[in-house]
């Protein structure tokens, strides 16, 4: 299973793979960690996070001012294996 979210903003309003940025300190993993515990309500040690690559995205616009001076990230894919009971019990 892949979780898709739909993002309302750009620069990719579009569905998206959930996740959101590393605070200073973390390691990409504890990132993803804290990402999915906040997105999704799913509690999973950062261990368990396995990457699956890097992409640099560059982006001609940007939500923020100044708008035309576009964007560029770096992301870092992760995959999460869940069991059936730990995704449904997460889910309540």
Not at 31 to 46: G, M, V
Request: net charge positive.
């Amino acid at each position: 299973m892949v979780l898709l979210g739909k993002r309302k903003v750009h620069p990719q309003p579009d569905w998206w793979l959930v996740g959101g940025r590393g605070r200073p300190g973390l390691s990409p993993s504890e990132a993803a960690a804290a990402n999915t515990k906040r997105e999704l309500k799913i509690d999973a040690n950062p261990e368990r996070f396995k990457v699956v690559g890097s992409y640099n995205l560059v982006w001609e616009f940007r939500q923020q001012k100044p708008k035309n001076n576009g964007t560029a990230d770096i992301s870092t894919v992760h995959s999460l294996v869940l069991t059936e009971v730990r995704y449904l019990i997460n889910r309540n």
